[in-house]
């Protein structure tokens, strides 16, 4: 069997691949540009309390802000043993992954074969009907092929900048969790301090209530006072029992949510106190425009914008023509002992033009889908901004609401301590009635409890604040 040589064109195909390369600089795709959206004034606050200062506490470390050591040591647990910060790094991984196989795309594809193939065609068909007797042939082939797009409308490299801007998002993604959970950290943390103050004062006034009952059983035995006076005084003791048995149980659901976010089974949690808590020092929220420059929720959503952005080019791209480029070569012999004889050599390259032309709408649909979801990613975009102004306007508001309601609950309770003294000694003079001591008692324990309510209510203001405007991941 004769073998003739297989001569190539090689300025021809040579020619070819230039005129691909030129026509990648026909780059068709449209660059992103960041969508306008009003600068964020300082009415987008309702507030007159952002300080003109171009240090925001959202640059703050969570190190710097919480001075709690055993609140730190919580945070940086927690940040290693999350259930959701664990899995945001997967994701990111995930990403990256993907963003790797991005970058590969501009380089050809290469794969390699190895073959050998047996054929005993049958006389009375195609491949034998010329044969004047029956032979079987053994083939065997070693190759490799090449195979490379020409990027010329774009395609490949939105398709890059697609991933870039999914790797960056989830890396956004992973921070907008740590901000999250210090915030819910630091948050639950003052929950539990200013339980322990409820509780606290509660078993204080259960034995106050105690003493107050022996006293009105004292007066009723004297005269001064009846039976209804003294059940009325069992009836406070036994409600402030009954308080206590709530807090206590409060105390333990959010220890429970506490070691939840800790990663941890549930067990009782080491702390400081409420009055040992200070973070005022680094109230200082910054310029209007920065408040919101920091979060990652709105650079998370930016850039899923920029994702559905460069998958819209590339679905527009489709509708252009594609340019790829095919080579093949290696050895190929009938005999084994000859494989790798210079006369076994093979060798292709071809150059294609593709243009979709009816392909069942399936081109157009898929451009259509990307608008949308484009469309639906910038809405995301400016939702993001409008609730994280509504975040920052909520904290600032709560906390200057609270900061003015600590003084007036303490003056509330300074006053009702003063009523429950002064009728406890006018009672026992025989000028007072019970009631007005009850009263006055009861009054006592709410205005303390609402003060510590208040009190923890401004320390959560003051977190809300810190990661409305960004802080928290760093």
């Given at each position: 069997m004769k073998h003739s040589k297989m001569k190539i064109n090689k300025s021809k195909y040579l020619?070819?691949?230039?005129?691909?390369?030129?026509?990648?600089?026909?780059?068709?795709?449209?660059?992103?540009?960041?969508?306008?959206?009003?600068?964020?004034?300082?009415?987008?606050?309702?507030?007159?309390?952002?300080?003109?200062?171009?240090?925001?506490?959202?640059?703050l470390s969570w190190k710097s802000v919480f001075a709690d050591q055993k609140l730190r040591q919580y945070i940086d647990l927690a940040l290693n043993n999350n259930m959701?910060?664990?899995?945001?790094?997967?994701?990111i991984a995930i990403a990256e992954a993907y963003l790797k196989q991005g970058k590969a795309s501009f380089l050809p594809t290469i794969n390699g074969n190895a073959s050998y193939t047996y054929l005993d065609p049958s006389?009375?068909?195609?491949?034998?009907?010329?044969?004047?007797?029956?032979?079987?042939?053994?083939?065997?082939?070693?190759?490799?092929g090449l195979s490379w797009e020409a990027d010329i409308w774009g395609k490949i490299r939105?398709?890059?900048?697609?991933?870039?801007?999914?790797?960056?998002?989830?890396?956004?993604?992973?921070?907008?969790?740590?901000?999250?959970?210090?915030?819910?950290?630091?948050?639950?943390?003052?929950?539990?301090?200013?339980?322990?103050?409820?509780?606290?004062?509660?078993?204080?006034?259960?034995g106050l209530r105690a003493s107050s009952t022996t006293t009105m059983k004292a007066l009723k035995d004297a005269g001064q006072v009846t039976e209804v006076a003294v059940q009325q005084a069992e009836a406070q003791l036994l409600s402030a029992q009954a308080l206590l048995l709530d807090i206590d149980h409060q105390i333990k659901l959010v220890e429970n949510a506490f070691c939840l976010l800790l990663g941890e089974t549930p067990h009782a949690v080491e702390r400081n106190t409420l009055e040992e808590q200070q973070i005022d020092s680094v109230f200082n929220v910054g310029l209007p425009i920065q408040l919101l420059s920091n979060r990652p929720d709105i650079m998370a959503a930016e850039y899923g914008l920029i994702q559905a952005f460069e998958l819209?080019?590339?679905?527009?791209?489709?509708?252009?023509?594609?340019?790829?480029?095919?080579?093949?070569?290696?050895?190929q012999s009938l005999n084994f002992s000859d494989l790798f004889n210079t006369n076994s050599l093979f060798a292709s390259l071809v150059a294609s033009l593709t243009q979709p032309i009816l392909n069942g709408r399936q081109v157009r649909t898929q451009y259509e889908i990307r608008q949308a979801q484009q469309e639906s990613a910038l809405i995301n975009y400016k939702k993001s901004i409008i609730n994280a102004s509504r975040e920052v306007s909520d904290a600032l508001y709560a906390y200057r609401m609270n900061t003015d309601k600590i003084v007036l609950k303490q003056q509330e309770y300074?006053?009702?301590?003063?009523?429950?003294?002064?009728?406890?000694?006018?009672?026992?003079?025989?000028?007072a009635n019970y009631l007005e001591v009850l009263t006055a008692q009861q009054n006592a324990l709410n205005a303390q409890l609402n003060v510590i309510n208040s009190e923890y209510s401004r320390l959560a203001a003051m977190v809300k604040l810190y990661a409305a405007t960004g802080g928290g991941w760093r």
């Open positions: 020619g070819l691949f230039v005129l691909a390369l030129s026509l990648q600089s026909c780059f068709v795709a449209k660059n992103y540009v960041r969508p306008a959206i009003d600068d964020v004034q300082d009415a987008y606050f309702r507030t007159d309390m952002l300080d003109q200062d171009s240090l925001s506490m959202a640059n959701d910060i664990r899995m945001a790094i997967q994701n006389l009375n068909g195609s491949s034998g009907i010329n044969l004047e007797e029956r032979t079987s042939l053994n083939q065997y082939e070693i190759s490799a939105s398709n890059y900048r697609s991933y870039n801007a999914s790797y960056l998002q989830s890396i956004a993604a992973h921070q907008t969790v740590k901000s999250r959970l210090v915030e819910s950290l630091a948050s639950t943390y003052y929950q539990l301090l200013a339980l322990d103050n409820q509780q606290k004062i509660t078993a204080e006034t259960v819209t080019n590339v679905a527009r791209s489709n509708f252009y023509p594609a340019i790829r480029l095919t080579a093949n070569g290696g050895v300074a006053a009702y301590q003063k009523a429950t003294t002064d009728s406890e000694e006018l009672l026992i003079n025989g000028y």
